[in-house]
C-alpha cells in the first residue's frame, strides 16, 4: 500500500489597503461628498432611485453642500481650468 503525502498547507496572503501619501484632488473630494452624500440618504430611508435622484438635482442640495464658494463641502470643478498651462 502506497503512503499517502501530507498537502501543504497553502498560506493565503491578506488583502492590504495601500494608503497613498498624495493629498486628494478636487476630483477625489466631489466624489467622496457625493458618496457621503448618497449613503446619508440611503440611511434617511430613501431608495436607490430617490437618492441618486436627490445627487444629480444640484438644487436639491443647500447651499452650504454645492455652492460656488471655496467653503462648502462639494467643490466646484471648473471645466475650463487647465492645469498644464504651457
Known amino acids: 500500500m502506497a503512503t499517502k503525502r501530507k498537502r501543504r498547507k497553502v498560506n493565503k496572503r491578506r488583502r492590504v489597503n495601500k494608503k497613498s501619501d498624495l493629498p486628494f484632488t478636487k ?32 438644487r436639491s442640495m443647500p447651499d452650504w453642500i454645492s455652492a460656488p464658494d471655496k467653503d462648502t463641502i462639494i467643490p466646484a470643478i471648473d471645466p475650463t481650468d487647465d492645469e498644464d498651462e504651457d
Open 27 to 58: 476630483i477625489d473630494q466631489h466624489y467622496i461628498a457625493l458618496r457621503e452624500c448618497f449613503l446619508a440618504a440611503r440611511r434617511a430611508g430613501f431608495t436607490p432611485e430617490q437618492a441618486f435622484w436627490l445627487l444629480t438635482e444640484s
